[in-house]
């Protein structure tokens, strides 16, 4: 029952890969977004006929408010942060479901 125990590994690596992907994008969402922000603010005022340089320093300056609204709200980065951990939870506790299957593939050899 070889292929059993292939079946189950390759699975069991899928299901790591799948959760460690979905993990990296949430947190790399977390960096992303506030510079997404700011480019997008400075294309808006560039748009609008403002010198880049001071398009720049108005994203910065929004950038920075959005900053001092989330760290006014510690509840929301707790929970956002939290979430990310409890997704990663999540995927440790799906990969560790497929270990009695491995056992039983390797004890009916």
Do not use: H
């Amino acid at each position: 029952m070889k292929i059993n125990l292939i079946l189950a590994k390759f699975f069991k690596f899928v299901t790591y890969v799948l959760f460690m992907f979905m993990t990296l994008v949430y947190f790399g969402m977390l960096v992303v977004l506030p510079l997404d922000l700011m480019t997008q603010v400075i294309r808006i005022f560039a748009g609008l006929g403002f010198p880049t340089a001071l398009a720049a320093m108005i994203g910065m300056a929004a950038l920075g408010y959005v900053g001092l609204q989330v760290y006014r709200m510690p509840q929301l980065y707790q929970l956002v942060l939290e979430i990310g951990l409890q997704l990663l939870a999540f995927g440790r506790e799906q990969v560790k479901r497929f270990e009695p299957l491995i056992e039983e593939a390797q004890s009916s050899r």
